[in-house]
């Protein structure tokens, strides 16, 4: 009689992370982050402009256009990332689990068990408000930073999977 079996997976019978069906979210989010990122390189340009302004030398005069220049590729380049790494923003809900993915450069795709979960919210800025949208937050047990912010969903989207998650989450209770 044994106590204690480990046998061995078959890697190619493992279920392919290409498989799940992961949704987009709401394109309006979009939005929200080319507001978000050209305010902070209005808000760094302006207070450059104004420091301009305020000091007589030629000098800075002339460096300020060079920093008008850069900042502007800057935020263009911010812009661009932000447009690439948009259509990464996808999520999944399975029967167990959840699934974020995201990501510019690098994605990076976090699974989190229902049986982590401690805590749940939806949190609304102001214009995601406006344009209807929501985040869902998902806090989970223990220091391992799993901790999940699904930006960008419908309001009843974001409804619907909180009273899914917290139900689930009641019923382990």
Not at 15 to 23: A, F, G, Q, T, V
Not at 62 to 78: G, K, P
Request: with cysteine.
């Amino acid at each position: 009689m044994t106590l204690f079996s480990n046998t061995q997976i078959e890697i190619t019978e493992l279920p392919k992370s290409e498989d799940l069906n992961l949704h987009l979210i709401s394109p309006k989010y979009f939005r929200i982050i080319l507001f978000n990122t050209t305010l902070l390189h209005t808000v760094v340009i302006a207070s450059f402009l104004t420091f301009s302004l305020l000091v007589d030398e030629p000098e800075v005069k002339t460096a300020f256009w060079y920093f008008l220049v850069v900042a502007c590729v800057l935020c263009a380049i911010s812009v661009l990332f932000y447009a690439i790494g948009f259509k990464k923003r996808k999520y999944a809900m399975r029967e167990k689990d959840i699934t974020y993915s995201h990501g510019y450069l690098l994605n990076k795709t976090v699974t989190l068990p229902y049986n982590r979960i401690q805590h749940i919210e939806i949190a609304r800025s102001f214009l995601a408000r406006k344009l209807g949208l929501s985040t869902l937050k998902i806090y989970s047990a223990g220091q391992s930073g799993g901790d999940l912010a699904i930006k960008g969903l419908p309001v009843d989207v974001a409804e619907t999977q909180y009273a899914f998650l917290t139900k689930i989450i009641n019923e382990r209770s």
